[in-house]
């Protein structure tokens, strides 16, 4: 996670600076490094925004804005008011009033944060579910009750091996977050109590459904959240934050 290691320098020395790691380990131009804003949600999110301008006037005043607007929008997204997660916005070009009086937080603020929702819809999101790694024991008449289980909840089985000296194996899989509620009382019933899990959190997986396509599972899944949080279970649509020039 580069994002992590390049926040958690508090003292960055020299030869060792953000620009320096993106472009020696992950191939990013030196320059454009240099241009990194912010990063979001919380300033230590793993989003962020590079300002990829040339010529723009009064681009400055604007920039403490326009993080706020971003800081604000990477916190609550545009799809169900979830943070979102590996995400970079590049700021292209600006078109700001002569006048200073229109160019302060009151109106870049929401603006920045309707471009960045406009932004983030656009370009075809997708929902990142958690998921747990979860190993089980169990003796071998009890792995068709496991493995049943497991394909009923989208559970994926990556090893499974004896234990040494024990007529016992061991699982391991990966069990989402979601599909976990119910699983242990689901195992014991199919097991007759003999398999025994443990759960952790182990990565996050990006769901291969369209979040915008209606009937889809990741569309199905967003209305739920939106639901429970109280918000309207449709989402604002793209017109609303997309304005022509």
């Known amino acids: 996670m580069v994002l992590l290691r390049l926040l958690m320098m508090d003292d960055w ?23 990194i804003w912010c990063f979001g949600p919380e300033t230590t999110g793993p989003n962020m925004v590079v300002d990829m301008c040339k010529g723009v006037h009064y681009l400055n005043e604007i920039k403490d804005s326009v993080v706020a607007g971003f800081q604000w929008a990477s916190k609550e997204g545009a799809l169900a008011e979830e943070s979102m997660r590996g995400i970079c916005f590049e700021l292209c070009d600006v078109m700001l009033h002569a006048d200073a009086v229109h160019r302060g937080g009151g109106q870049i603020i929401p603006t920045a944060r309707r471009v960045i929702y406009a932004s983030q819809i656009t370009a075809k999101p997708r929902l990142l579910e958690p998921v747990y790694l979860v190993d ?13 289980v497991l394909d009923k909840k989208r559970g994926h089985v990556f090893e499974e091996s004896l234990m040494h000296g024990m007529p016992i194996y061991n699982i391991k899989a990966y069990l989402p977050v979601v599909e976990s509620f119910g699983f242990s009382g689901q195992l014991r019933a199919e097991t007759s109590g003999k398999a025994f899990a443990q ?6 997986n990006m769901m291969p459904s369209d979040p915008l396509e209606a009937g889809s599972q990741a569309a199905t899944l967003v209305s739920e959240i939106r639901r429970r949080k109280g918000l309207k279970e449709q989402m604002t649509p793209l017109s609303e934050f997309e304005d022509e020039l």
Do not use: M, R, T, V
């Open 199 to 204: 759960c952790g959190f182990d990565h996050w």
């Open 13 to 35: 020395s020299k030869g060792c600076s953000p620009s320096n790691i993106l472009s020696e380990e992950f191939g990013w131009d030196k320059d454009l490094a240099k241009k």
């Open 136 to 148: 089980i024991q169990a003796p071998k008449q009890a792995l068709g009750g496991i493995y049943g």
